[in-house]
T-cell receptor, first 116, second 113 residues
Framework: DAGVIQSPRHEVTEMGQEVTLRCKPISGHDYLFWYRQTMMRGLELLIYFNNNVPIDDSGMPEDRFSAKMPNASFSTLKIQPSEPRDSAVYFC??????????????FGAGTRLSVL | AQTVTQSQPEMSVQEAETVTLSCTYDTSESNYYLFWYKQPPSRQMILVIRQEAYKQQNATENRFSVNFQKAAKSFSLKISDSQLGDTAMYFCAPQGGSEKLVFGKGTKLTVNP
């Protein structure tokens, strides 16, 4: 398997622009997670999905952030409008609810977002 | 809410020696999992080892082992025969029944030749 695939690897944008981050989970996985990593706050869970349904979005910082999972193989995290404080590395992870592999989250390589 | 404390922001060790990274956590869950992930300079998050809280036996994975003390809510990682490739940030992450991982602030480990 190719693992969790995120795109783009790097994104540089200007304040006020819309940013869309993309994630393809491991085939067959039924959980998908979005995390944000900054020096100040470390790794934070933003939102996670189970079978394409958002389960917990309590980590989403504000209404400028939205996430969707239209099907089992694709998810997006959108920021509109973007602000300099959104600059961070955004990770996507997926996992499978199976007794042997349950709870092990596999991470993508992350997207480094810079908002100027 | 779960909290995680990694009290050692930075550590260093000589190649081939042993190092232990500490982690304490707080949880109200009775059954849960605990994880150590490493993040090398490439920034990829890589699973190092997993412990199931209901198992008394400490998990091992080649040169990596844990010392899990459930009553004390302590979950330390021991790396034996350290290698240069072990240089990375190491994150402790307990997980409760909600599938959510809560990450500590991390320990930056440097392995010196």
């Amino acid at each position: 398997d190719a693992g969790v695939i995120q795109s783009p690897r790097h994104e540089v944008t200007e304040m006020g622009q819309e940013v869309t981050l993309r994630c393809k989970p491991i085939s067959g996985h039924d959980y998908l997670f979005w995390y944000r990593q900054t020096m100040m706050r470390g790794l934070e869970l933003l939102i996670y999905f189970n079978n394409n349904v958002p389960i917990d979005d309590s980590g989403m910082p504000e209404d400028r952030f939205s996430a969707k999972m239209p099907n089992a193989s694709f998810s997006t995290l959108k920021i509109q409008p973007s602000e300099p404080r959104d600059s961070a590395v955004y990770f996507c992870a997926s996992s499978l609810a199976h007794f042997e592999t349950k709870n092990i989250q596999y991470f993508g390589a992350g997207t480094r977002l810079s908002v100027l | 809410a779960q909290t995680v404390t990694q009290s050692q922001p930075e550590m260093s060790v000589q190649e081939a020696e042993t190092v232990t990274l500490s982690c304490t956590y707080d949880t109200s869950e009775s059954n849960y999992y605990l994880f150590w992930y490493k993040q090398p300079p490439s920034r990829q998050m890589i699973l190092v080892i997993r412990q199931e809280a209901y198992k008394q036996q400490n998990a091992t994975e080649n040169r990596f082992s844990v010392n899990f003390q459930k009553a004390a809510k302590s979950f330390s990682l021991k790396i034996s025969d350290s290698q240069l490739g072990d240089t990375a940030m190491y994150f402790c992450a307990p997980q409760g029944g909600s599938e959510k991982l809560v990450f500590g602030k991390g320990t930056k480990l440097t392995v010196n030749p």
